[in-house]
């Protein structure tokens, strides 16, 4: 995506003159204030692709119709900087945008949600195992996610910073 590069050079800008980390599960990087990132004209195209699959994803759960805002954010992970499980309490879907993924950097990681399997002995590709599904991103991919799946990212080992976009689509006010 030829947008990819003025996108960087703008989360990098804004750490810059913001640099203390909003917090939330991102440890040992950055992250922004505030979740309005995709409201600026500069991420209009990229806005507008995450509302189309906002909006297909949630054709495809039978509420096509439902009106609802975009949330989102910059995330960085620096060396050693990861984000612990969690999910997206509230929100309709939720995602992520990658913008730069270094060789080295951890995978994002979604976890078997079911409490029988999680606490199971058999682990593994068995039936009715648990298992945790491991998506190694790269730049310009977009994922898209249940809410409710609960999700994490494995450490950053590059010297150069992973950069995505997280996003929830919510349930309009």
């Not at 947008?3 to 599960?25: C, F, K, N, Q, V």
């Not at 249940?146 to 976009?165: G, Q």
């Amino acid at each position: 995506m030829p947008h990819i590069p003025a996108w960087i050079a703008a989360i990098e800008a804004l750490r810059a003159t913001s640099p203390i980390p909003a917090g939330r599960t991102n440890r040992g990087g950055w992250n922004s204030i505030g979740h309005d990132l995709l409201e600026s004209p500069l991420y209009e195209t990229l806005r507008e692709a995450v509302v189309a699959q906002c909006r297909f994803a949630l054709g495809e759960m039978g509420a096509g119709d439902l009106p609802f805002a975009l949330h989102a954010w910059a995330n960085l992970h620096d060396r050693g900087g990861f984000n612990f499980p969690h999910i997206h309490e509230g929100c309709l879907v939720s995602g992520c945008f990658y913008l730069r993924v270094p060789q080295g950097s951890g995978n994002l990681v979604f976890r078997d949600p079911r409490p029988g399997v999680v606490n199971g002995f058999a682990k593994g590709s068995a039936p009715n195992a648990c298992k945790d599904i491991q998506l190694r991103p790269e730049a310009g991919l977009m994922v898209l996610f249940p809410y409710w799946l609960e999700h994490f990212v494995e450490v950053h080992n590059a010297d150069m910073p992973r950069i995505a976009i997280p996003f929830n689509a919510v349930a309009a006010p």
